[in-house]
């Protein structure tokens, strides 16, 4: 039963998966967070991996680079998979003052320049938001962890390397929490198949502060997230 991108079998999946972009992420969870994990997929070197994370069985698959990419994914594993929640763990840029490297920051809603959400709804602006027990449930487990989490509006780019002045202006101005990839073309095709999604984000770049993290800082950086998320789906 596999699909053009995904060579498994119906029940290879859990019904919640964690989704980083990084398919090395995606090892590093599976190999130091999960129990009894096994290897689901390696087409495009896309890997999955489906273990136990205390006692409940999850699976952990990256996703690629950008809204074509990520959807594909997405869209695959619910509608062929059985998936019905997905939790992206993914990196970000910040905007705002309030907001600094490494914190931990999450998507309520995303707003996007790409047109993929047009493209499917109608010409239409799809409000793309979070599922709300989801988030409550991240939000919840980041609090019992003594975790700050940052709750707010995500910008998903198409263009990595088009952060103008006047764009990140603009996204001060609105209040944006986050610039990253994905997010707003996952949470709309999550709500189409009738599917849960949250994005969760590690702060690892601060376009107007110029800052970033190192490559094996941004490793490092990503464990409190993967912990709120891990252990989110114990709590609903
Ligand atoms: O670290 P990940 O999850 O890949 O997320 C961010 O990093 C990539 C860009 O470097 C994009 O995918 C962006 O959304
Ligand atoms: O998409 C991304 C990811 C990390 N940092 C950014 O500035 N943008």
Do not use: W
Not at 88 to 101: F, H, I, M, P, W
Request: aromatic letters at 8%; proline letters at 2%; a neutral charge.
């Amino acid at each position: 039963m596999s699909t053009p991108h995904i060579d498994a079998q119906k029940g290879d999946f859990a019904e919640v998966v964690i989704m980083p972009g990084d398919p090395l992420r995606a090892k590093y969870i599976a190999e130091n967070y999960l129990k009894n994990a096994i290897q689901v997929n390696t087409v495009r070197s896309m890997l999955g991996f489906t273990g136990f994370f205390k006692n409940k069985r999850v699976s952990v698959m990256s996703h690629g680079m950008g809204i074509p990419s990520s959807v594909i994914y997405v869209r695959e594993l619910i509608s062929e998979f059985g998936v019905k929640k997905i939790i992206r763990v993914g990196t970000c840029g910040a905007v705002l003052d309030s907001v600094n490297l490494n914190d931990v920051v999450i998507g309520m809603g995303a707003c996007t320049d790409s047109r993929i959400n047009r493209l499917r709804f109608g010409n239409h602006d799809f409000s793309a938001i979070a599922d709300y027990d989801t988030l409550s449930s991240l939000v919840l487990s980041a609090k019992k962890m003594n975790i700050v989490v940052k709750v707010g509006n995500f910008f998903t780019t198409d263009s990595f390397y088009s952060n103008t002045s006047e764009l990140l202006k603009m996204l001060v101005q609105y209040n944006i929490l986050a610039i990253e990839m994905e997010t707003s073309g996952i949470y709309s095709i999550a709500a189409e198949l009738n599917a849960k999604a949250v994005s969760i984000c590690t702060v690892t770049d601060h376009l107007i502060k110029n800052d970033k993290l190192s490559v094996k800082d941004r490793e490092e950086s990503c464990s409190k997230m993967i912990d709120i998320a891990l252990n989110s789906i114990h709590l609903n």
